[in-house]
């Protein structure tokens, strides 16, 4: 869906008429360009020669630790995608430039409509997520798999799943918050409203992870749902916070350029990631995160 003529499949899925749609694709991807939706300088769109390097511009979300967020001391932008891509960058001779994006629909927005040249941020690529995606995305090949996991309040009862794997009749029924359009909300969109089993009233969605988080520990929401290896993360991190149990959804990360990926990038992050793979830095870097 080259050029914003036709609504994303996501937000079709939302039940929002076509028309209506493609008028507020248009406007969120205009505000997120120029009011700012991102941090870091303005956006310099498609990659630039720099000397004997040529500038791509990689979007990114944080927080989204151990993936992607920035050190509260230095400022720098860190994880696991970053440091992959970096080095990805390195192996083709690119000057990397980051933006960060404030939510993760601007950071969408951004990768369809050329606002950058690449998106870096756990992005799902498998499933149904995934083949709507493929609808306005080029991704590159798998590096990661993941699940989604329940984050509840640290003794709280209010969700409790006795196998350690949550399913729909365990969630029912309890307030939730999600971040959104990502995985974690059309599951919840999905098996959850959808189906009739929770109402929407009962369910709230923000633009970033930390939103997330602060509703449920201001008991606003009863549990959220995210990635599992960002979950992992904030219960070693936070003592309030505890892992009710897993989702397996199996999704599987990659790196996103715009539809035809018109600057002919994909295959160059595949080789350097192949390469990678065989050297041992991608097993290195993957260590250095995740352990």
Known sequence: MA?????????????VKGSIVALLVVIVAVIGFVAGAYIGGPLLGTSKSSGEKTTVVVGTNTPFPPMEFRNLTSGNLEGLDIDLMNEIGSRNNWNVVWRDFQ?????????????VDIGASSITMSGSVGAQRNDSFKFSEPYYLANQAVLVKTGSTAVTCPTGQCNESNLANKTVATQTLTTSYWWVQGNLVETGITPSSMVSDFGSVSQVIQELLNNRVQWVLVDKPIAENLVAGNSQLTIAGTIITNELYGFAAAKA???HLIPLINNALDSMRQDGTFDRIMHKWLG
């Open 103 to 115: 939510d993760w629909d601007a950071l969408l927005a951004a990768i369809k409509f050329g606002g």
């Open 261 to 263: 990926d018109p600057l």
């Open 3 to 15: 050029g914003g003529q036709v609504p994303p499949p996501e937000a079709m899925k939302s039940g």
